[in-house]
């Protein structure tokens, strides 16, 4: 402000009209809010505002059955920290990001070091690779279920096929987990083979080319050149699947439900169960605000880790 | 001068104008007050016939604009129309087990059922069994209508039990009673089938347990509904039968529902314990079976059910001339409910009970001695048809039928889950 407001002492002829001379108009000054007017109104109604309603609901015990309201102060907040399901639920959607992540990530770098260099049978790789992403979660949690079955499941065909016994994969509760990570990554692995097929394709071939003249195998310049060209989207496709892993719902939901006995129940199914199963909208809201603080928490640490990476880089 | 010549405005216009009046015209002569909208859960093989008894209401009711809706089963029908309820935006009339009244709220999410209406539409109370009608009743008010009854029954393929020997000249499934009679009778199907005895549902054996604890005639909770009261040692028994069933072989270890109904309908087990609403399927499928009530393995006759019944979610504004338009179509339904039977239902409007058309229907009729036997959930809010306490039984009994974890095991876990449940503040 003070750089526009040129000094008094330099005002050159000083006009009566100055003072009242309009300024910039009153849509040059404040235009730039009505364009992002329709993208304000809908994060302050779809966003903002359920936010804040939802930690309001927090410190009371509201219900779905629109029954009278109690302020409880922080009784749900308490409730929830004696809560073994909370931490057994929160336990389980970390254990599964744990588990989808480094596959989701490894498995599509690998697919598209095999897509890339094809000619023939790329278009083949391409499209089989990602052809299950397309699917929705109903049919692919439908297709799977299947396989899984003992008696007359793909999986355990091939199991006693080759001589092993027959394994109960969805009502096991060591192995149901394992059952939903292996479909999250046939079903999901797709988009992140895209994202490396897209930057391995970025590389230019001159790199190569001078790497191969001065001599480097192929394992060297995998490790030398493709790899650390990489690493930046290496970087955005973990922050992705993990913000996707947490939110893990839809194939447990359809294919266990959360079992068996509750082993591969997610923190959002507990929050969806607590909310609209049994009602109660307040302690569901302060369960979700407690994974709202978990999510941030992860992003502060991802942040750091990624930032630190490209200080690294220069 | 503008008159003797009309612009192409004016011609809009009067069309406009003559297409609203005709329009308006037609609301009139058509009752546009009376609206039925009905919301129900019927999925599976008794959804199709739903539909088909539905297209015969519409037939006989043109006066009336009726729409019906079904919604997936469970926790999605139970929260659409919770919601809808606590909005005072709900449909007409919407289908309910009858254990989850106590659960849906009625004092916020119900309208009590006008009874002047529903006797002038010929419905009254010695119509049913007064144990259903009671139920329907909160507070002297009456909150639902029942439609059915649908207990849990024994299936039997009548090819593999006539080799078992278990068929009398009838050609009915002879009763047995007692647990050693009950395995014998097991046994002697296994020995056929190769496989199994039973097809059982054991990721949720709430129905069974139930069932056979009822039998033992074991509580549940006191009388203030506040304290658990259940008795350990029936509560074992009853859990280390399924358990032994399990471990001999005689049901799978493992088994959900579809495995359930695939496991009777492909030869793989002689019996099925169930709900008696598979009838369809198995009809569709042209196997030879037939129904009867599920053993008296225990002391009593009792058998874990439930009802459908017709409530009125909560409307705001609640319009006269449809809601007696919607107390007429319930009273239509209980009356032509012999179809509904079909589906494998036992009608709650005794009336029907007693017709020859329901009589004769085979296998359907076969166990309809069981009504008043049928055993309700508890009634908690947290109890019912897909409701908590069948999601904690289902969690806590799957281990002891894998053979994870022993009875003793199971049931702590399962009474730790309800005591919890029963410290939760109740948000009804």
Redesign the interface.
Known sequence: MAVQTPPRTTSSPPTTTAPQRPGPPWTEKWGGLFFVAPFGVLFAFFLLWPTLSGLWNSFFNTSLAGVQQEFLGLRNWQEMFGDPAVWASLRNTLVFTAMSTPPLVVIALVMALLANRQGLLGWFLRFAYFAPFVLPATVVTLIWVWIYQPGFGLVNGLLTAGGFAEIDWLNTENRAMLAVVITTVWWTVGFNFLLYLAALQGIPEQVYEAAAIDGASGRQQLFRITLPLLSRTTGLIVVLQLVASLKIFDQIYLMTDGGPNYATRPIIQYIYESGFTSYRIGYASAVSYMFFLVIVIVSIAQFRLFGGRKEADR | MTASHPTRRTVLTAALGLAGVATLGGCGSLRRDARIREWNLFGGGDGARLLQIHDKFVAEHKDMAFEAHTLAWG?PF??KL??S??GGRAPEVATLHLSRLKG??P???LDPIPLDLLAKAGITEPDFLPATWDRCKIDGQLYAVPLDQHPFVLYYNTDICAKAGLLGPDGRIKPVRGVEPFLDMLRAVKEVTGKFAASIE??NPWRMWWTLYGQLEGGFFDESGRDLVIDDAKALEALGLMAKLAADGLTPK?A?YP?LVAQFSNGDAGLSFNGEWEVTTYQTAKLPFSMAPFPVVYDVPKYAGDAHTFVLPHQAVRNEADTAATIEYIAWMLKNSAEWAAGGHIPAYQPVVASPEYLNLKPQAEYRSVAPDVLFDPDAW?SGSG??LQNEA???F??VL?G?TTPRQGLDQFKAATRKLLD??S??
Request: charged residues 5%.
């Open positions: 926790p139970y929260t919770a919601m309820a606590a849906f709220s004092a916020t999410m054991t990721t493992s959900d495995s947290f409701a908590q289902g969690a806590a799957a281990g894998a994870r939760t503040p948000p009804v």
